[in-house]
């Protein structure tokens, strides 16, 4: 299975939610969508959450979510930052961080788990496993305040520690997410080099 890697800012879970970009564990940036490949879900997600969408938004249940599979991270200390001494300013000093056991979703979250917790449709059904792309800050906060909602669960935006730690599988010295090797990165994730310019499920 490929994952979907990019240096933007990526929507997982943790469960006490993720949103964060990778710090060290580097992973070649994905490139940007093509002009108009994700406008229905962009377009209907936006206009909801500024409730600016001209159709009544249906009351959504628990019941109606698709499955958010969750993954256990074991809790451990891990040497954090620039290990590697080719990294930026504001990843060094390289420095001990101990976390604790946290849950991180298995994928990006995805524009059909965002329709749902707003009540909107997607058109285009081939969109609805694409990570979800072009949210801010106070977008996903006001998502993972109406998952909560909805769900009755404390899902949260992750730390970067717990980003970096799970990128790394537990903090190893692995440049890129899966591997340490960079002609192994093709094998793990989708990237400029191997997604044609566009973006893939997240499985």
């Known amino acids: 299975m490929k994952g979907v890697y990019s240096k933007s800012i990526a929507l997982f879970f943790t ?10 564990a580097q ?13 229905d879900i962009d377009k209907a997600i936006q206009e909801s959450i500024k409730g600016e969408g001209k159709e009544t938004k249906k009351e959504v249940k628990k ?4 499955p958010i599979k969750m993954v256990f ?4 200390c891990f040497k954090m930052g620039d290990f590697a001494g080719i990294g930026d300013d504001d ?13 991180l979703s298995e994928t990006e979250v995805t524009g059909e788990l965002i329709a749902a917790v707003w009540g909107v449709s997607i058109k285009d059904k081939s969109e609805s496993m694409i990570p979800a792309w072009g949210l801010s800050w106070s977008d ?4 993972i305040e109406q998952l909560n909602k909805i769900t009755g669960k404390k899902y949260r935006l992750p ?4 980003w970096e730690y799970a990128a790394r599988e537990g903090g190893k010295d692995m440049m890129w997410s899966g591997t340490g090797n960079e002609s192994e ?3 793990y994730a989708w990237f400029s080099d191997n997604s044609d310019g566009v973006i893939h499920p997240v499985k």
């Open 15 to 24: 469960a006490a939610f993720f949103l964060s970009s990778p710090a060290y």
């Open 63 to 66: 019941e109606d979510l698709p």
């Open 159 to 162: 730390t970067e520690a717990e």
């Open 27 to 39: 992973t070649k940036p994905q490139a940007p969508p093509p002009p108009g490949a994700v406008d």
């Open 185 to 187: 990165a093709g094998e």
């Open 73 to 76: 991270i074991p809790g451990g």
């Open 140 to 143: 996903a906060s006001r998502f």
């Open 91 to 103: 990843e060094i000093p390289v420095h001990e961080v101990c976390l604790y056991d946290f849950n």
